[in-house]
């Protein structure tokens, strides 16, 4: 079974920090990885989703990057915002199956 | 497209009552998801549809949970009765067959559901 973890659970930055997220599987034969972003109260929002056979995916100031055969998967954020300030949550999609599993998420606080 | 859509946002009931959650999937997707997110579990798989049959019911709790798919279209999750321990935001998504960056999942805004 799938078990996906994200480190940290929780982050706080001043505006303007370049910053890190991490996401760990235990089994690395995915299909793909998303990335979502879920303000509080709210529902989720795909920020990016990366094929198995891709290495990187960017969009705007957002760099996902995917090491599928160690597991694991990174959230760059550039210049970070007070916007960004919310739960992001990483989601593998197992080859054999269609659902994505997902982690606990890291909570994102951008002070201004 | 208006995304996948789910009423209703809220819904307080008390215990024993019948809850219908709805969610209208994006046109085109053929794949069909309900989840729910607790504070204890996180966000959890309940069911999935593929073309409006049921693929895997192994996430739903117990038999008091069922879910329907009479479209592409449509589709409802009840829960009955209804318990306190079922609180939670239930989540639909949607997501189309296929390869490529189209085919990640879209969720709607979710169904807060408390039971009193």
Same mark, same amino acid.
């Given at each position: ?16 920090? #370049?910053?890190?997220? #991490?996401?760990?599987?235990? =089994?690395?034969?995915?299909? #793909? ?33 995917? =090491? ?45 | 497209?208006? $995304? ?54 192994? $996430? ?15 589709? @409802? ?22 390869? $490529?960056?189209?085919? $990640? ?5 979710? @169904?807060?559901? @408390?039971?009193?």
């Amino acid at each position: 079974k799938q078990e996906v973890t994200q480190i940290p659970a929780a982050l706080s930055v001043p505006e303007g920090e #370049n910053l890190v997220l #991490n996401c760990s599987f235990t =089994d690395s034969a995915i299909y #793909n990885l998303q990335w979502f972003r879920q303000d509080h109260g709210k529902g989720l929002t795909s920020l990016l989703l990366i094929q198995s056979s891709q290495r990187e995916q960017t969009s705007g100031r957002l760099n996902a990057s995917l =090491d599928k055969s160690s597991g694991r998967s990174t959230l760059y954020i550039a210049a970070s915002q007070p916007g960004d300030s919310a739960t992001y949550l990483c989601a593998p999609r197992m080859g054999s199956a269609r659902q994505l599993t997902f982690g606990s998420g890291t909570q994102l606080t951008v002070l201004p | 497209d208006a $995304g996948v859509i789910q009423s209703p946002r809220h819904e307080v009931t008390e215990m024993g009552q019948e809850v219908t959650l709805r969610c209208k999937p994006i046109s085109g997707h053929d794949y069909l998801f309900w989840y729910r997110q607790t504070m204890m579990r996180g966000l959890e798989l309940l069911i999935y549809f593929n073309n409006n049959v049921p693929i895997d019911d192994s $996430g739903m709790p117990e038999d008091r949970f069922s879910a329907k798919m009479p479209n592409a279209s449509f589709s @409802t999750l009840k829960i009955q009765p209804s318990e306190p321990r079922d609180s939670a935001v239930y989540f639909c998504a949607s997501s189309k067959s296929g390869t $490529g960056p189209m085919n $990640g999942y879209t969720f709607g805004s979710g @169904t807060r559901l @408390t039971v009193v």
